[in-house]
């Protein structure tokens, strides 16, 4: 079936460091890839996605690559800011599974000024 | 454009009493989508409808929860009666071309519901 499962949180960070979150999935055919955000109090922002494979998602200067090969959508971003402190959420979705969103148990971020 | 709006923000009730979560789609979007958030189980897709109609409802817990999609611009999530584990953030939705690759979801800001 398909999964996705992301690295376990929280993560923290100063602010300036280098970050990534690994996600890797589990499907058949060609899933669309999702990374959503969602700050304290609010729901579930798109933050970028990618639809085949080694297309690149950007957004907000956080970058992830379809990786056909290795079954990975894992988030980066050069420099995080405090501002950045968040859940992010990896998901696909997939015509087979009538394009619902599976989705990763999140990954909480802190970033220390 | 307005968001995905839920109403309320924040429901206190006592345990036994009906619960009533509401959300109104992005205009012109066909598909809408309930979750629930908890901690101990992460995000949950309870129902989702298409074009008003719904589709896949195999998420909702039990009897006890009711969903409605009246049009396109409403929708309720019911809860009759509550218990205290049905605490959670609910989530409400929206997605303009759903079935299509690549669409994503577009979420409100929740309804947080304590059932004491």
């Known amino acids: 079936g398909n999964s996705v499962t992301q690295m376990e949180g929280p993560v923290t960070l100063s602010e300036e460091a280098f970050l990534t979150i690994n996600c890797t999935y589990t499907?058949?055919?060609?899933?669309?890839l999702f990374w959503y955000v969602q700050y304290p109090g609010e729901g579930l922002q798109l933050l970028l996605k990618?639809?085949?494979a080694d297309d690149k998602g950007s957004n907000k200067g956080f970058e992830a690559t379809y990786r056909k090969e290795t079954t990975s959508f894992h988030l980066e971003k050069g420099s995080v800011q405090v501002s950045d402190s968040a859940v992010y959420f990896c998901?696909?979705?997939?015509?087979?599974?009538?394009?619902?969103?599976?989705w990763g148990l999140g990954t909480s971020l802190g970033v220390n000024p | 454009d307005a968001g995905v709006i839920q109403s309320p923000r924040h429901e206190v009730t006592e345990m036994g009493q009906e619960v009533t979560l509401r959300c109104k789609p992005i205009?012109?979007?066909?598909?809408l989508f309930w979750y629930r958030q908890t901690m101990m189980r992460g995000l949950e897709l309870l129902i989702y409808?298409?074009?008003?109609?719904?589709?896949?409802d195999s998420g909702m817990p039990e009897d006890r929860f009711s969903a409605k999609m009246p049009n396109a611009s409403f929708s309720t999530l019911k809860i009759q009666p509550s218990e205290p584990r049905d605490s959670a953030v609910y989530f409400c939705?929206?997605?303009?071309?759903?079935?299509?690759?690549?669409?994503?979801?577009?979420f409100g800001d929740g309804t947080r519901l304590s059932i004491l």
């Open positions: 939705a929206s997605s303009l071309r759903f079935g299509e690759a690549g669409q994503p979801q577009h």
């Open positions: 205009s012109g979007h066909n598909s």
């Open positions: 409808f298409n074009n008003n109609v719904p589709i896949d």
């Open positions: 499907a058949t055919g060609y899933p669309s």
């Open positions: 990618a639809t085949k």
């Open positions: 998901a696909l979705s997939n015509a087979g599974n009538n394009r619902k969103l599976i």
